[in-house]
């Protein structure tokens, strides 16, 4: 089983209509964050929590919203989509106690008509 | 701010051959980290290598190895023996060491498009 999971994989919906991505982990990281691939532009950071208590913007927050509901969730929320949130998403996880590595989930593919 | 430079947008190389992979960063940091990581065509963000600054030196990991040039503020991706399954984007990307009870994130270069031929 996959140690960063995000449901959907592949979501399309219409401007105007509100979506929630969801990342879940299992490898017992207390740090989780959100980013937005585009084309040309590599991975930039949406928001990022160090526990459930610590929510904190990073250099794209503008139109989103985040929730920690537990350590190992971290949903992303676009509560009302527009075209240019077409992108890649990716949930990341890092342990502080470590390494600081960060370890990606699969991605999520959104597309706003 | 961070920057991270990636100045070559796509390379070629045929397997069992070796290929660099050039990477620069712009910062007033001491402490910090340096990362490759690897996105094929499935997407996933797969860890390549780390380094961190404060050691001098490259880190290895298996057919991949870097040349870290701190004061040059240098980080190249040697993959050496080239397979197939080597194809896919490659990003660098660099991490500020904070203390304990903060997070960092990653400032991320666009990336090198690398294309393994027969």
């Known amino acids: 089983d996959a140690d960063v999971t995000q449901t959907p994989r592949n979501r399309i919906t219409k401007t105007g209509k509100r979506i929630m991505l969801e990342c879940s982990q299992t490898?017992?990281?207390?740090?989780m964050y959100w980013y937005r691939q585009d084309p040309g532009l590599g991975l930039r950071l949406i928001y990022y929590?160090?526990?459930?208590?610590?929510?904190n913007k990073g250099e794209i927050s503008d139109g989103y919203s985040v929730s920690r509901q537990a350590q190992a969730k971290f949903s992303l929320s676009l509560e009302s989509a527009i075209p240019n949130q077409t992108a890649l998403y990716f949930c990341?996880?890092?342990?502080?106690?470590?390494?600081?590595?960060?370890?990606f989930g699969p991605g999520t593919r959104l597309t706003v008509l | 701010a961070q920057t991270v430079t990636q100045s070559q947008p796509e390379m070629s190389v045929q397997e069992a051959e070796t290929v660099t992979l050039s990477c620069t960063y712009d910062?007033?940091?001491?402490?910090?980290?340096l990362f490759w990581y690897k996105q094929p065509p499935s997407r996933q963000m797969i860890l390549v290598i780390r380094?961190?600054?404060?050691?001098?030196q490259n880190a290895t990991e298996n057919r991949f190895s870097v040349n870290f040039q701190k004061a040059a503020k240098s980080f190249s991706l040697k993959i050496s023996d080239s397979q197939l399954g080597d194809t896919a984007m490659y990003f660098c990307?660099?991490?500020?060491?904070?203390?304990?009870?903060?997070?960092?994130?990653?400032?991320f270069g666009t990336g090198t498009r690398l294309q393994v031929t027969l």
């Open positions: 990341a996880t890092s342990d502080s106690d470590r390494t600081d590595t960060q370890y």
């Open positions: 490898k017992g990281h207390d740090r």
């Open positions: 929590s160090f526990d459930v208590k610590d929510i």
């Open positions: 910062t007033s940091e001491n402490n910090y980290y």
């Open positions: 380094q961190e600054a404060y050691k001098q």
């Open positions: 990307a660099f991490m500020k060491r904070l203390a304990y009870g903060t997070a960092s994130k990653l400032t």
